[in-house]
């Protein structure tokens, strides 16, 4: 069963720093272009970071409201895809979901909540 779990979202003051995982089972991450998207409340999920399958060949990518703040890694041997946030905004308050794409092949973990107080 293929299934991806998100953790470490939290309450954290303006300018804190927060550390998402997203853990899979199931399916070999190693393969997938990994994303990370955030949905607050009454918008559309956004998409943040994205980390291909050789980070190394070619780079991350990240929207421009996070470029500097946020940064996107992978454990391949551990299966596990992390979301570093730092100096954190109210802005960035939402819930935060991972994504594994690879061709029509789209899965998503249930979303962790990260709200940043003013």
């Known amino acids: 069963q293929v299934q991806l779990v998100e953790s470490g979202g939290g309450l954290v003051q303006a300018g804190g720093s927060l550390r998402l995982s997203c853990a899979a089972s199931?399916?070999?991450?190693?393969?997938?272009?990994m994303g990370w998207y955030r949905q607050a409340p009454g918008k559309q999920r956004d998409l943040v970071a994205t980390?291909?399958?050789?980070?190394?060949?070619?780079?991350?990518d990240y929207v421009d409201s996070v470029k500097g703040r946020f940064t996107v890694s992978r454990d391949n041997a551990k299966n596990t895809v992390y979301l570093q946030m730092n100096n954190l905004k109210p802005e960035d308050t939402a819930v935060y979901y991972c994504?594994?794409?690879?061709?029509?092949?789209?899965?998503w973990g249930q979303g962790t909540q990260v709200t940043v107080s003013s």
């Open positions: 980390i291909p399958i050789d980070p190394i060949g070619s780079s991350p």
């Open positions: 199931g399916m070999p991450l190693s393969i997938y272009t």
């Open positions: 994504n594994a794409r690879r061709y029509t092949e789209s899965w």
